[in-house]
């Protein structure tokens, strides 16, 4: 459960959010591992700040290694659950491999690659 004024304070779409998610899945479940994702897939609900496709990811390790991105990605609803699922395994891949860094031109060519296998 992700604390209310977490929520509060940065709001439901924020990378803050999607740490506690992380942490949270992990702690529910007993893994050492924990990925946390939370945006806006639209077609509704997005802002200027946060428009549809804006999402947070985190993905949490016991040992305390975490990697906590946000990106915008492209296309309709199906499109950005579908590629949030692919960062989100992207990360997970390079927290487990010691890459921790990552940039956010990386993120969007996983999004590319991700779209060309989806069509």
Known sequence: DVDP?????????ST??????????????GASIGIGITGVAGPDGGSDEKPVGFVCFSVSASDGNRITRSTRLPGGRSDVRERSTTV????????????????????????????RRSS
């Open 5 to 13: 004024e977490l929520i509060g304070r940065f709001g439901a779409v």
């Open 16 to 29: 803050e959010v999607a740490e506690a998610l992380a942490d949270g899945a992990a702690s529910r479940f």
């Open 88 to 115: 989100a395994m992207h990360l997970l891949r390079r927290l487990l491999s010691g890459e921790g860094s990552i940039a956010a031109s990386e993120i969007r060519a996983g999004v590319r690659a991700a779209g």
